[in-house]
């Protein structure tokens, strides 16, 4: 179980290293990786191993590209997790294997999903198209249209299965009633050209409108209420635009939270963000290129001089003119507007016959206004000379204005009508109310009618359309009594009264003439512009296409706003017009293809550069203010005005929202009814809505406090990034010296350090510090990660008996395998077992921090390391008594370990090697002071608590005479043990300790007491091919070193006892080696070593 | 031609959809466009996985064509041993990464690598003028003068460089255009 965690948590320590690995690395990591599946694909028994094991695996099917890694060495990797997914499923139980079938299954079908629903996303390879050729700007003017055309199909759906379809299916036929017919006098002039352009005549009274669709409250056989319907449909319509904006806009907001916040990485992202990779046009890519260079300059600029106050007040008035000018442009473009409704109402009412411009100049205005006024809004700005982007925005803000603008005043003088309408009719009513009164037939007729019909002079309304009633139902009766000239007259002035079918028609008409000019302006000014500047440039006096007329521009603004303009215009005339969302599916594919193709042909992408991302918001946002002002005319006009009385499902109602209450009241059980009036009383809104300030409050607070705590994260990144900087900045440091130590030390060796040197140039950087330098390094890679890895998923016993093993007759315990060899063996191999165990535990948390935590391992081979430079080392030491000479030894053991070993120990796995030789060197100096030989078989436990049972069997067997090396062994051991639980308490201190210590012993070269520890792992795992051991161990020394120093810093507080330990032993291990060179401060600092010892004892 | 992409076997064209961001549509054009720059006699199926395509003919397809780093994508991907030339796989990579789906992880990672001009695993000034002179193309008024490079590079190493060491780092890197709005939109490539 435990190898099985542990070597989880060292793959996923991996995972995670391996995204901040650098890329160099990410190929030989991977072979490890695979050598790591495969050893891990061959022991595993345990079920739950076994699960974790492909969940592991599936884990990395399922991110694997997200790697970083060439496609070969994926698809490797992705073939054996396969096979181990495959090869283990079936050992699982069963259902496991069905939940791994049906996964499968479900991930084909997604796939297969994914795969059909992308051929059915309209336009996207015209877009992809455009997006390549001209970048992602012009792009999101595309996906933003096909978006719109989305939510206008939703729209024209609504409207049409719950609104025209049922009308047309169960309603009442065309002519049946006078609101659906065309009267008497137009039947002759309702196919005329211009009736039809004005959307008169057989359209007026077409399904397009409000006035047609009938009052009855339930048509056809399945009753289906019509009018409730038509209100209902009408506010789901806006209902819906809500939702969905606020839902789009909410993710992209949630997409650019990160970025919303600081902006202060302009440089980089001028530099690092700045090219378009999609931009595959020749033309396209020298506009952007011209692009950046300006937006770098202009940075640059920003940068050398804060503000240029030169010419503020030139300036400033230039601004203050222009704005007066836009103001004053604005201010034309509204009153011109309401001018011409204005006039065109006179002229309905003053002329019988309207000119086809009479009839259409409210529609041609607007238009003209919204083309023309951008365009001198641009001009105006060229005055302001503001910074492009302020422009841009200012621009965008005017256009904005100017639309919304437009339509309100357009609408309110519409409804200016409406309300001028009513006055007359009203005046008509009691016109009519007299004329009726004066037909006695026609008052019994009345009588009969029931509710409406009583003859209520004030509401000339209900009179009104009770007498449409039965005119169309008896024309016939009507005739004879009254003088067809009166009754035409009536007819006409009532069926006209249709106020909703009025602004439902403007609307239609309004955006017909918008689609009309939008296609005449992308041919005029886009295409035979560009056409001219083509062909005649030759020509030409002066250069076509870059001076004067140039290529239109796209411009990616402006077109946005005109697609929200339209969109805008669509809510607004939705209510009364329900076929207007599908004229707008029509128009926007038209816009679509016609768009398209002018940016393809001849176009050139803006100057300006306008993010699509940044954009996206701020296109939604404009939708949502549209959407907003768009509603609140029809709500108004919902709420304020009577709906018509002769047309339209409302006729005869009051209100239109009365249609809810009426159904409320009539079709659902009272109890219902008495709870909505109660809901609707202000007993209940008024908490309701104070309820919902309270709330609006409450997460406005949170809010902000998530918004300090979000700021107070980063403040602890940032400050966590500097102490990072700081402890990378000291490596570095360390790392130089060392580097400049260890080659003035070795130099024979200075060529392998020189190797070594880029790779550990690159843990400068904070992230990839530590083992990723190490995994660096140039050569053979996998071994040594394997090497690494290996002993992990063992047991740190079982590891170490796999080492141990080789020995003959051993199979039983590991105490008793070294009697065999050595005499003093008992007591080595346990020493051997306590230093491992009391390490391991170590490791293994440090698994679990990260990426620091690999050293450890090295620590921990570290230590058995010892004793397998012993037996070389130990023949020798039976030639050089001296304590000099055992320190030389531990040196000498490693170099003269490759050359020699095999042919001292042939027969002997080289992991013993070791313990004789850093034994003897203590022997001799303390042999009286430290005679303990830890020989029990402890067995293994957590670190500290065998460290205190080191401690109490140090003071037990102290008396235990033993053989020279065993008992040079121990001490070996007993110095790290002490430091460590001497230090246990204040580990600063005791840590401070031990460094000081060393520099007591080797100012310069006290950082290169890790030099050592990277050999040994090394020999603990090849000891059958010590040359090529050797090689390595060499050439590793920094990055060790640097390896360590991060594990020590990382992991200072947990294992600080470990660490002391670790340097303790290094120390001794290493000092040897510079013992060669320094003779003298070594056999110095032993002294020192054994004093501690001796004064710890 | 057209039929060449429906050749790549089912499984195959899994494990592609397994391992890039691209969809089956995408991978069958991608290897179309693939055998189109291998000449004729090496377009059958098998060969063309194993073809290998150099950097000249890759440079050469219209939505590279324009790129300022265009030999820097080529040399990044290619998993040759002298980085000049590109197989199947190395051209799906690409397309992966450069593809609407891949994340803003990984593509910063491989921006981090195109702009490493010196494969050295950092940004150090040279590799910054490098890219900012690619950015700004050879042009006598458009390339920048000495000075204004150096500011340049002293304001994006000030921005950037949270260590302080001279260089712009991976991590560093990442951590500047994960805060960047565009970057992920506009580090894109589509056949």
């Not at chain 1, 999609?278 to 202009?298: F, H, Q, Y």
């Not at chain 1, 966590?720 to 070795?746: C, F, H, N, P, Y």
């Not at chain 2, 057209?2 to 592609?16: D, F």
């Not at chain 2, 004729?40 to 194993?50: A, N």
Request: proline share 5%; aromatic share 10%; charged share 20%.
């Amino acid at each position: 179980m435990k190898p099985s965690k542990a070597s989880q948590r060292y793959r996923s320590n991996r995972r995670n290293a391996s995204q901040s690995y650098f890329y160099q690395d990410s190929l030989r990591f991977s072979n490890s990786d695979d050598s790591f599946n495969a050893d891990e694909a061959g022991d595993s028994n345990d079920p739950e191993q076994i699960f974790q094991n492909i969940q592991f695996q599936k884990d990395l099917m399922a991110n694997i590209r997200c790697r970083p890694w060439p496609m070969g060495q994926k698809l490797r990797v992705l073939r054996r997790a396969k096979e181990v997914v495959l090869k283990f499923e079936g050992r699982l139980t069963r259902t496991r294997g069905y939940q791994a079938a049906g996964a499968e299954l479900w991930r084909k079908l997604a796939r297969l999903a994914c795969n059909f629903v992308v051929i059915f996303i309209p336009w996207e390879m015209r877009i992809k198209k455009i997006e390549s050729h001209f970048g992602s700007g012009v792009a999101s003017y595309f996906i933003f249209l096909r978006w719109l055309f989305g939510i206008n199909i939703v729209l024209t759906i609504m409207t049409g299965a719950f609104i025209v379809i049922p009308e047309l299916i169960a309603g009442q036929p065309f002519g049946s009633t006078a609101s659906k017919t065309i009267p008497k006098e137009h039947v002759a002039s309702a196919q005329d050209l211009d009736t039809v352009w004005s959307l008169g005549g057989y359209l007026q009274y077409s399904v397009l409108f409000y006035g047609y669709y009938g009052r009855e409250r339930r048509i056809g056989r399945a009753g289906y209420r019509l009018p409730l319907a038509y209100f209902l449909v009408g506010m789901a319509v806006f209902a819906y635009s809500f939702i969905i904006l606020l839902k789009k806009m909410a993710k992209n907001s949630r997409m650019s939270l990160a970025s919303a916040s600081n902006e202060n990485y302009t440089f980089c992202w001028r530099v690092f963000c700045a090219w378009d990779y999609l931009i595959g046009n020749p033309e396209a890519a020298e506009s952007k290129t011209a692009a950046i260079v300006n937006s770098i300059r202009e940075a640059i600029l920003e940068e050398q001089e804060k503000k240029k106050n030169k010419n503020l007040a030139v300036t400033i008035c230039l601004r203050i003119i222009a704005n007066i000018l836009v103001l004053l442009s604005l201010a034309g473009s509204i009153y011109l507007i309401y001018f011409v409704v204005d006039r065109s109402q006179k002229l309905e009412q003053s002329k019988k016959e309207l000119t086809l411009w009479e009839k259409n100049e409210v529609s041609v205005v607007v238009s003209l206004v919204t083309m023309l006024a951008p365009s001198a809004f641009d001009l105006i700005a060229a005055l302001e000379m503001y910074h492009p982007r302020t422009t841009l925005r200012f621009q965008l803000a005017r256009v904005l204005v100017l639309y919304l603008g437009n339509l309100y005043s357009l609408i309110i003088a519409l409804l200016d009508k409406v309300n001028s309408m009513n006055i007359e009719e009203a005046a008509q009513k009691n016109n009519t109310h007299r004329w009726v009164d004066t037909t006695t037939f026609f008052a019994t007729r009345t009588a009969l009618e029931g509710k409406w019909s009583t003859p209520r002079p004030g509401l000339g309304l209900q009179r009104n359309s009770t007498w449409v009633l039965e005119e169309a139902g008896a024309p016939t009766l009507v005739m004879p009594l009254t003088e067809a000239n009166r009754t035409t007259l009536h007819t006409q002035s009532v069926q006209d009264q249709c106020w909703e079918t009025y602004v439902g028609q403007e609307m239609l008409k309004l955006s017909i003439i918008d689609m009309l000019f939008t296609v005449a302006s992308i041919l005029l000014i886009d295409f035979f512009r560009g056409l001219v500047v083509r062909y005649l440039s030759d020509y030409w006096c002066w250069d076509l296409e870059s001076t004067f007329p140039e290529y239109g521009e796209f411009k990616i603004a402006e077109n946005v706003l005109h697609l929200v303009y339209n969109q805008g215009m669509i809510w607004m005339g939705a209510f009364f017009s329900p076929c207007l969302p599908a004229f707008n599916v029509l128009k926007l594919i038209g816009l679509m293809y016609l768009r398209s193709w002018a940016v393809l042909t001849c176009n050139v992408p803006h100057q300006q550069v306008f993010r699509a991302s940044r954009s996206n918001n701020f296109y939604l946002s404009m939708l949502l203010f549209m959407l907003f002002l768009c509603m609140l005319p029809t709500i108004f006009a919902i709420v304020r005005y009577k709906p018509s009385v002769n047309c339209g499902p409302f006729s005869g109602q009051e209100k239109i929202y009365d249609i809810v209450s009426e159904t409320i009241e009539s079709d659902f059980p009272t109890w219902f009814g008495t709870v909505v009036g109660y809901i609707s009383s202000p007993v209940v809104i008024l908490p309701a809505v104070l309820l919902l300030f309270m709330l609006i409050y409450y997460l406005q607070s949170i809010a902000r406090s998530l918004k300090l705590s979000n700021h107070q994260l980063k403040m602890q990144i940032q400050n966590a990034r500097s102490e990072d900087k700081k402890k990378v900045a000291q490596m570095v440091e360390a790392r130089i010296q060392t580097q400049e130590g260890s080659t003035k030390r070795l130099p024979k060796d200075s060529d392998i350090d020189i190797v070594s040197h880029p790779s550990s140039a690159r843990s400068i950087t904070p992230q990839n510090n530590g083992n990723v330098v190490n995994l660096d390094s140039p050569s053979s890679k996998g071994d040594r990660i394997e090497t690494i890895t290996q002993p992990m998923p063992q047991s740190p016993g079982a590891g170490h008996r796999s080492l141990g093993s080789p020995l003959p007759g051993v199979s039983t315990s590991r105490q008793e395998q070294n009697p065999h060899r050595y005499p003093c063996g008992p007591s080595a191999s346990t020493g051997d077992i306590h230093g491992n165990r009391s390490f391991t535990p170590m490791t293994f948390k440090e698994h679990l921090e990260n990426i620091h935590s690999e050293p450890l391992f090295r620590k921990y081979f570290q230590q058995s390391n010892p004793h397998l430079h012993r037996p070389g080392t130990s023949v020798f030491m039976a030639r050089g008594p001296h304590p000099h000479t055992s320190k030389y030894y531990v040196t000498n053991e490693r170099d003269f370990h490759k050359k020699s070993h095999p042919a001292f120990w042939p027969e002997r796995p080289p992991r013993r090697d070791a313990s004789g030789d850093v034994v003897a060197m203590y022997s001799r100096n303390v042999r009286r002071y430290v005679p303990w030989p830890p020989c029990q078989a402890h067995s293994p436990q957590l670190s500290e608590e065998e460290e205190e049972m080191l401690r109490r069997d140090w003071s037990k067997k102290s008396l235990h005479p033993l053989s020279l090396t065993d008992l040079r062994w121990a001490p070996h051991f007993y110095v790290g043990e002490m430091s460590g639980s001497q230090s246990l308490a204040p580990e600063g201190q005791s840590r401070r300790h031990c460094k000081s210590w060393n520099d007591g012993f080797e100012g310069p070269l006290d950082r290169p007491m890790y030099v050592h520890k990277k050999p040994r792992p090394r020999h603990a795992q090849h000891p059958r091919h010590p040359l090529k051991a050797r090689a390595k161990p060499r050439f590793e020394p920094s990055l060790t070193e640097s390896d360590s120093m991060s594990a020590a810093s990382s992991s200072d507080q947990q294992n600080s006892s470990t660490d002391q330990y670790l340097q303790v032993i290094h120390r001794q291990a290493r000092m040897p080696r510079s013992a060669g060179h320094l003779g003298r401060r070594k056999a110095k600092s032993r002294q020192n070593l054994s004093d501690l010892v001796c004064s710890n004892v | 031609m057209g039929g060449s992409g429906s050749r790549l076997s089912k499984e195959l064209l899994i494990e592609y959809q397994d391992l890039t961001f691209l969809t089956k549509q995408e991978i069958l054009l991608a290897h179309k466009r693939f055998c189109e720059l291998l000449s004729p006699e090496h377009r059958s199926t098998e060969e063309s996985l194993q073809a290998r395509v150099s950097i000249q003919q890759i440079l050469s397809i219209p939505e590279l064509k324009a790129n300022p780093f265009k030999e820097r994508i080529c040399r990044v991907f290619s998993t040759s041993p002298t980085r000049d030339s590109m197989s199947f796989e190395d051209f799906l990579d690409f397309l992966s990464v450069f593809s609407d789906t891949a994340t803003p992880e990984i593509k910063s990672h491989y921006a981090f690598r195109i702009f490493d001009f010196d494969d050295d695993g950092t940004l150090n000034r040279e590799d910054l003028s490098q890219l900012v002179n690619c950015l700004t193309g050879e042009g006598e008024d458009t390339r920048l003068s000495a000075s204004e490079m150096k500011q340049l590079i002293d304001n994006i190493l000030e921005e950037s460089d949270i260590d302080r060491d001279g260089t712009i780092n991976l991590s560093e890197f990442q951590h500047v255009i994960s805060r960047s709005p565009d970057f992920a939109s506009s580090f894109k490539i589509v056949l």
